[in-house]
């Protein structure tokens, strides 16, 4: 089967993104073509699989499949892209609209440069701080939300921040991000049984009060250059957690480049940020 594809990135989180208007793929062998496309050596090289499709209770929709070929609930990175995708290719002919994924109905607007989008803010909705609901499991915990609380990892005690933006986050400050315990933290956190479906595990910085360092192990992917949902979990833990203050932007910085994140007084984080095309293709699916 010929699978026409766009290779996008946002802050070089790249996925594949089919176009689900024109391309209908059988659902069951999307785990399996997320991990194909992927494959640096056999595939096209990406962090994952993104589809836009028709939505019946938005103007769009997004699924998106880790390396792994595990469905998540969210991505922001990938919604910036699917608001470029969905305006650039004429489907949505509006600067503001509705972007449906797993995890919920979120607004878009788009920032249009000669007549092409190249920013993107998104409406990320309000993040879930009960414990239950990320979901975490303690024995015996006495607060609802989990704000720098001891969380041993080997013989290491760690002081965990959690946060779900659709998905689930935990959120671990550092002093130097260069310090970072990235690929041994990383890998053993995100299949951690207190986080029953898994998480993506991220380290942060704090520079100052309008700035953070930030750097992510995805869940289902590993190491990626940005993640939209983890910025804006790690904006909400830092307010929590009294480095940054709740209605003012925080610029994070992370190693493919910086998003502006700003946890609303009513409630909502709005994530601002680029996504840009790569390339066009076909890729080529062995059934
Ligand atoms: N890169 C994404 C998040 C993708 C999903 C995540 N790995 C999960 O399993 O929840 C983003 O930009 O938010």
């Keep these: 089967m010929k699978i026409p594809f766009t290779k996008m990135h946002g802050l070089g989180n790249n996925y594949i993104y089919i176009d689900g208007f024109e391309t209908k793929i059988n659902e069951e062998l999307l785990p399996q073509l997320s991990q194909a496309v992927s494959d640096v050596n056999t595939g096209i090289g990406s962090d994952g699989l993104i589809l836009m499709l028709p939505s019946t209770n938005a103007d769009v929709r997004m699924r998106i499949f880790n390396k792994d070929g595990s469905e998540a609930m969210n991505c922001g990175n990938g919604l910036r892209c ?48 009960q414990r239950e609901q990320i979901p975490m499991v303690t024995a015996n915990y006495t607060n609802e939300t989990v704000i720098n609380e001891k969380f041993p990892v080997g013989d290491q005690d760690l002081f965990a921040t959690a946060v779900s933006m659709g998905n689930p986050h935990v959120i671990f400050y550092v002093e130097d991000i260069n310090d970072a315990p990235i690929d041994t933290v990383g890998p053993e956190v995100t299949s951690d049984a207190r986080f029953p479906e898994g998480v993506n595990v ?28 983890g910025a804006c979990a ?54």
């Design 234 to 287: 790690s904006v909400v833990a830092s307010v929590l957690n009294n480095y940054v203050k709740r209605g003012e932007s925080v610029t994070v910085h992370l190693d493919g480049g910086d998003l502006t994140i700003t946890w609303e007084e009513n409630g909502h984080v709005m994530m601002k940020g680029p996504a840009v095309n790569v390339a066009e293709g076909i890729y080529f699916l062995k059934t």
């Design 202 to 229: 991220e380290f942060v910085e704090v520079l100052n009060d309008h700035e953070i360092n930030f750097r992510v192990w995805e869940r289902g992917s590993g190491i990626t250059q940005a993640c939209g949902t």
């Design 82 to 129: 699917v608001a470029k995708l969905a305006y650039d290719s004429g489907y949505v002919p509006k600067e503001q609209f509705q972007i449906e994924a797993k995890s919920g109905v979120v607004e878009a607007e788009v920032v249009v440069i000669d007549g092409i989008v190249e920013q993107v803010t998104i409406d990320m909705g309000e993040p879930i701080l």
